[in-house]
């Protein structure tokens, strides 16, 4: 059977805390630190930087999810850390192709509409399950690739296609449905256990009462018995 490699750390330099951050959450920060020259590339008119900077960013979205997994150091807070990441990625790029290629524009409203079922569904997820997207869900994973698809096509090659933004849009919209559906439904059954797990408890302190009566009610007959079979003075000539 093969041992699982130990889990890799670096140490934080930040203070004497003794943080450990780990190689995953150090991937993911690598792709916030990405934004601020994408930015600048994308305000100077280089699209193909920009492209450059997708594919880095591509690459650590997949490798901090593989060496969390492999190195078993998958976590809550890291889970939400990747999702921030990728929220801030996906409406940074859609902001540079804007920049780079204005005909965008042209596809305002469906574009508004868009952004608006994705924020929602993003926000029906965190409140109803702590999280902005379930990381095993299919249709995610579909929609931020078709997106990352779309970006980095035009970005490189400087040629805006209407029917890659049509297409990529039309996932995003998909996902977003599923991520509500996924939110509404997790926040329902735990509402469901809930409910279960308090006429569970109600059901317990209903029986102890009774259960202690039964025991004295039983225990009363002995003591009667063994009250009467104690010998009074009369009985014994005294």
Not at 5 to 19: E, H, I, T, V, Y
Not at 102 to 116: D, I, N, Q, S, T
Not at 189 to 201: H, L, M, P
Request: aromatic fraction near 6%; charge should be positive.
């Amino acid at each position: 059977m093969r041992t699982p490699l130990p889990p890799k750390r670096w140490q934080s330099d930040a203070g004497n805390s003794g943080a450990l951050i780990s190689v995953p959450t150090c991937l993911t920060l690598g792709r916030v630190l990405l934004l601020p020259p994408l930015w600048l590339a994308a305000l100077s008119g280089n699209g193909r930087l920009v492209a450059l900077g997708l594919v880095l960013a591509g690459l650590t979205d997949f490798l901090d999810g593989y060496l969390a997994r492999r190195l078993g150091l998958s976590t809550a807070a890291g889970a939400r850390l990747d999702a921030l990441a990728d929220t801030l990625l996906l409406i940074s790029a859609a902001a540079w192709l804007t920049i780079l290629h204005p005909a965008v524009l042209r596809e305002g409203p469906l574009l508004v509409v868009v952004a608006g079922i994705y924020v929602i569904g993003s926000a029906v997820s965190l409140a109803a399950a702590g999280r902005l997207v379930d990381p095993r869900q299919l249709s995610s994973k579909v929609a931020g690739g078709t997106l990352y698809g779309f970006a980095v096509f035009t970005s490189a090659s400087g040629v805006y296609e209407p029917v890659l933004l049509r297409l990529a849009t039309f996932a995003l919209i998909i996902s977003s449905a599923e991520t509500i559906f996924r939110a509404l439904r997790a926040r329902s059954r735990a509402d469901v256990t809930k409910i279960q797990a308090s006429g569970s408890k109600s059901r317990q302190r209903s029986q102890s009462p009774h259960a202690e009566n039964d025991v004295g009610r039983r225990a009363s007959p002995s003591d009667r018995t063994a009250s009467s079979a104690t010998p009074m003075p009369s009985d014994t000539g005294l």
